[in-house]
């Protein structure tokens, strides 16, 4: 069984990452991409040769997605969510899902 891993884009707060981080979660920023400004579809492309799920609060991901971007994953949350129920429902989909079941899925938290 393989693992979903994680990739934050630039709008995401770093104690998200940092929780994640303490539960053993894999999870890669933008930073450490060196993808720090670049346009939201090379983000998605990123992820997808990388093999990682997108945590986003910016909801143009969602536009892309419903043109038939290809991704492997997205899971999308409002901004001003907070970080704790933000933390559990990454946990939460890292738990019950594998990667290939989040290929071209979005999940809502």
């Known amino acids: 069984m393989s693992a979903i891993r994680y990739y934050t884009d630039e709008h995401v707060g770093r104690a998200v990452v940092e929780g994640l981080r303490r539960r053993g979660i894999d999870v890669q920023t933008v930073v450490e991409a ?3 400004g670049a346009t939201d579809e090379s983000h998605l492309a990123y992820a997808l040769a990388e093999s990682r799920v997108v945590f ?3 909801d143009d991901f969602l536009r892309l997605a419903s043109t038939g971007t290809a991704h492997s994953g997205i899971v ?3 901004q001003g969510t ?3 129920d933000i933390v559990r429902g990454l946990v939460l989909i890292h738990a019950v899902l594998e990667p290939a079941e989040m290929v071209g899925h ?3 938290l």
């Open 106 to 108: 979005i999940e809502f």
């Open 76 to 78: 999308y949350a409002r």
């Open 82 to 84: 907070p970080v704790g």
């Open 34 to 36: 060196g993808l720090l």
């Open 56 to 58: 986003t609060q910016d």
